[in-house]
């Protein structure tokens, strides 16, 4: 199996402009940042409560701790969000109308809570309309983890943010262009 492309900024910009133009924009916009931005799983996105993201007083946390159920490895984790999904997830949170603050965060058309096959399903299906071949429900986490490493984020660093047990696994996350290749054995 073949590991899901990683997107560049305009590539990202290309889905939110589609995913814009569709119903349930903000549930969607919101959906694939948490991917992007927070490098989520799938699975750790539609395990998601309302709870798991607002705190008491109705703001937006900035830490997620994710419980064993909630992960592919049935370990708790925490997942940091920065600023700009802080703002997403409460311009979403807005616009629901559910005062259940123990029901999911995301609900489907038909009223219930994305599972996570049907999770990677709308992904697979929202960057192929797109024309993003290669992409999949991973290519947000890895274009996650690839665009930290890029920017000089030390790789134990980033083994925490993905909720690695082995920093291994977080290596075969990481892609390198031809032009960083070369642009590295230029430093010499």
Known sequence: MSQARVLNPQELRRVLDHVATRRHSARNRAMLLLTHYAGMRVAEVAALRINDVLNGDSTIK??????????????????????????????????????????????????????????????????????????????????????????????????SLAGHRNISTTATYLYSSPDQLKAAVELI
């Open 62 to 159: 900035g830490e997620v701790r994710l419980m064993p159920d909630q992960t592919k490895g049935k370990h708790a984790r925490t997942v940091y969000l920065n600023e700009r999904m802080q703002k997403e997830l409460a311009q979403y949170i807005k616009m629901l109308k559910i005062k259940d603050v123990t029901k999911p965060l995301f609900y489907t058309q038909k009223q219930a809570g994305f599972s996570a096959n049907s999770l990677t399903q709308y992904f697979f299906y929202l960057y192929r309309n797109v024309g993003l071949a290669g992409c999949s429900s991973h290519s947000g986490r890895r274009s996650f983890l690839t665009g930290l490493a890029n920017k000089g984020t030390a790789i134990h660093i980033l083994k």
